[in-house]
């Protein structure tokens, strides 16, 4: 399978689906079709039915049950695109087989270097089979080797029509990078009682916790005077939000939380004297200390607009997901088949919360209840991102297992 595995992930990736949150358009970016269009010819030539890819580029796609029960209907989904953070177009992978645990040359001009003395855990995977980005772009394994796992799990069940399973939908969607993976998901004609995505990292990880999420957007006012005359009069916009965020807790930011500690994150500033635009995202897992988060930002611009003058700050706040422990707990037969799962198949389950999101989180809300499962990446997002072979095979089996458990209940 390994070789067969390989050669689907690299096709891939080799399509460039970043999407872009700055676009209004839905999705993102036009050549989301792309990859779109390319599954939804294999899922015709695997014989599929009910197979579409909408306006929208959500692809979905339906495997008949052939075990005589209409019950349950298992989905399977992951994304398409690729993170706005780096360029996803022409990746050039290397191959690197049978890993000797040393460092691995990116890029020798650049001194670019994947090293076992920055990121440990590469010396897990001592022996297998690696795939490495050039040092220039992401690799893609966030999400496209989800699709891959998906694809190839569904591959063997078409050719193997000896194997009893129920019937399995599968959807693949644009934009979750963005935050806008499932905006139109159409979870009544996707039709499956519960679901995974295949969108997590190492191997073994089996999440159904995600952070409350809420973004911050503040614009600040200044009044620009020129500087030799600006005494009592000048209020410098950069300056005031540059107070602003260090009314904020120094120890809730990302570089200094872990596990289940929430965090406000700065991520981005656009400023002049006159006017100045922050903005943040802001996370927990608990809902009450997310709730008091947001109260908390509130509460700093109010003051700030105390002491300078009214209107100088302007606070747009919005909720973007929940918790889906909520809603998936209630079913935790949905975990404990992914534990079985990985126990029979030999991989350790590591049950851990996501410190981010998933299309899983909002759909779980959606009515779908939905955890995520490791594809086995690691460093998403990024030059230093990384894939072993052997995980995503191992990714395969996952859910080839979960589907056999439940064929058979």
């Given at each position: 399978m390994k070789k067969e595995l390989l050669n689907k992930f690299l096709k891939y990736i080799s399509i460039d689906t970043q999407s872009d949150d700055t676009s209004e358009t839905y999705p993102s970016t036009q050549k989301q079709f792309n990859l779109a269009k390319l599954l939804v010819e294999e899922l015709t030539q695997l014989g599929l039915k009910d197979i579409s890819v909408d306006e929208h580029c959500y692809v979905m796609a339906t495997l008949p049950a052939n075990n005589g029960k209409s019950k349950p209907v298992i989905g399977l989904i992951a994304h398409m695109d690729t993170a706005p953070d780096m360029s996803g177009a022409n990746v050039n992978p290397q191959i690197i087989e049978s890993y000797d645990g040393k460092d691995i040359v990116l890029d020798k001009e650049k001194s670019i270097i994947l090293s076992p003395s920055e990121f440990p855990e590469m010396k897990?995977?001592?022996?297998?089979?690696l795939i490495t980005t050039d040092g220039s772009t992401l690799?893609?394994?966030?999400?496209?080797?989800?699709?891959?796992?998906?694809?190839?799990?569904?591959?063997?069940?078409?050719?193997h029509p000896e194997i009893k399973h129920g019937e399995i939908k599968i959807g693949f969607t644009p934009d979750e990078e963005i935050g806008r993976g499932v905006d139109k998901f159409d979870v009544k004609k996707?039709?499956?009682?519960?679901?995974?995505?295949?969108?997590?990292?190492?191997?073994?990880?089996?999440?159904?916790?995600?952070?409350?999420?809420?973004?911050?957007?503040?614009?600040?006012?200044?009044?620009n005077i020129h500087p030799g005359y600006a005494k009592n009069k000048m209020i410098n916009s950069m300056l005031v939000a540059m107070e602003l965020n260090e009314m904020l807790p120094v120890n809730e930011r990302p570089e200094f939380t872990q596990d289940y500690e929430g965090f406000f994150h700065l991520i981005k500033f656009d400023g002049a004297v006159e006017k100045s635009t922050i903005q943040y995202i802001i996370r927990d897992h608990d809902r009450a200390k997310f709730e008091k988060k947001k109260i908390l930002m509130q509460q700093v611009c109010e003051f700030m607009n105390k002491k300078y003058r009214e209107?100088?700050?302007?606070?747009?706040?919005?909720?973007?997901?929940?918790?889906?422990?909520?809603?998936?707990?209630?079913?935790?037969?949905?975990?404990?088949?992914?534990?079985?799962?990985?126990?029979?198949?030999?991989?350790e389950p590591i049950v851990v919360p996501i410190r981010g999101g998933t299309d899983g989180s909002r759909l779980s809300y959606m009515g779908l209840p939905c955890p995520?499962?490791?594809?086995?990446?690691?460093?998403?997002?990024?030059?230093?991102?990384?894939?072993?072979?052997?995980?995503?095979?191992?990714?395969v089996e996952v859910i080839l297992k979960i589907i056999d458990l439940y064929a058979n209940k």
């Open positions: 897990q995977y001592v022996g297998q089979t690799l893609g394994a966030d999400d496209k080797a989800g699709i891959t796992a998906i694809m190839a799990a569904i591959e063997y069940l078409v050719k996707f039709d499956a009682d519960f679901a995974y995505t295949l969108d997590g990292g190492r191997l073994g990880e089996i999440e159904y916790e995600n952070f409350n999420a809420a973004m911050a957007k503040i614009f600040i006012q200044g009044r209107g100088t700050v302007t606070l747009e706040m919005k909720d973007q997901y929940y918790n889906m422990r909520e809603k998936v707990e209630p079913e935790y037969h949905i975990v404990q088949a992914a534990v079985d799962a990985m126990n029979a198949v030999g991989v995520n499962l490791f594809a086995g990446g690691h460093n998403f997002h990024g030059k230093y991102e990384y894939i072993p072979l052997q995980s995503l095979e191992k990714s």
